[in-house]
């Protein structure tokens, strides 16, 4: 019996936040205030959850499933959206301003595009996600993460799928949105066809988001099959 809560902060909590969470509820229970139940229709709920960010926290189990464990890179991370909450510690961004953000949130970031990029066998992961949609030349990206990985590591590239209702929907209205003007959509096979070019092997893929707009959508973790929001996952050999 009783609540359960799902969070998303920049910050992890400590043992001292929890006790506070738990006196503050103790608090509330001794105040014997009493509860409404209320039931929304379909609109309201779905409005209720997109302000919430159902969306984002979709995304961030999604990509979880195939995340591996250890040394890991974002390729474009951006403010660190992604990267603070599934624990990866490094990335690469080209814009200062997006980087200086990620930096407050505990991020190590190089500032430089996916092409410039030249490690070689540093680490055990990494992750783009809708980043390869951005990039100037999408194989060269692929290769250069294939030569970062060490042997055996692991891309993951997340993206919202061509072939989806949704994909098809930013197709069509892409240039009238502020994000996704210069964007180019990729099939879940474009990608797989671009990592078997880098040499990338063992390939899986999940996905989640169905629906056609952000209004009438449904969330759930499959195996790839006409879901928008797609984890492709793939191995550099040993």
């Known amino acids: 019996n009783g609540f359960y809560y799902d969070f998303a902060r920049k910050e992890t909590f400590t043992e001292e936040d929890l006790n506070k969470i738990e006196n503050k509820m103790k608090e509330i229970i001794d105040r014997n ?53 599934l624990g990866i510690k490094f990335g690469i961004e080209p814009s200062k301003k997006m980087a200086e953000i990620a930096r407050k949130r505990g991020i190590e970031v190089l500032e430089m595009t996916a092409e410039e990029m030249n490690f070689e066998e540093e680490f055990d992961f990494i992750l783009m996600v809708t980043t390869i949609c951005f990039v100037q030349n999408p194989l060269k990206t692929i290769q250069n993460c294939y030569k970062a990985l060490k042997k055996g590591g692991y891309l993951l590239v997340a993206f919202v799928d061509l072939n989806s209702l949704l994909g098809k929907k930013y197709e069509k209205n892409k240039h009238n949105s502020k994000f996704y003007s210069t964007a180019t959509f990729f099939t879940k096979q474009d990608i797989i066809d671009l990592m078997k070019k880098a040499k990338f092997e063992n390939f899986k893929c999940v996905e989640n988001l169905y629906g056609d707009s952000f209004d009438n959508l449904t969330f759930q973790i499959n195996q790839c099959n006409g879901g928008a929001f797609k984890v492709i996952r793939a191995t550099k050999g040993l």
């Open 33 to 85: 205030e009493p509860t409404t139940r209320e039931i929304w229709d379909r609109d309201k709920a779905i409005s209720h959850f997109k302000d919430k960010g159902e969306i984002y926290k979709a995304e961030i189990e999604t990509i979880k499933t195939l995340l591996p464990k250890g040394k890991g890179m974002e390729v474009g991370v951006g403010g660190g959206k992604f990267a603070k909450p």
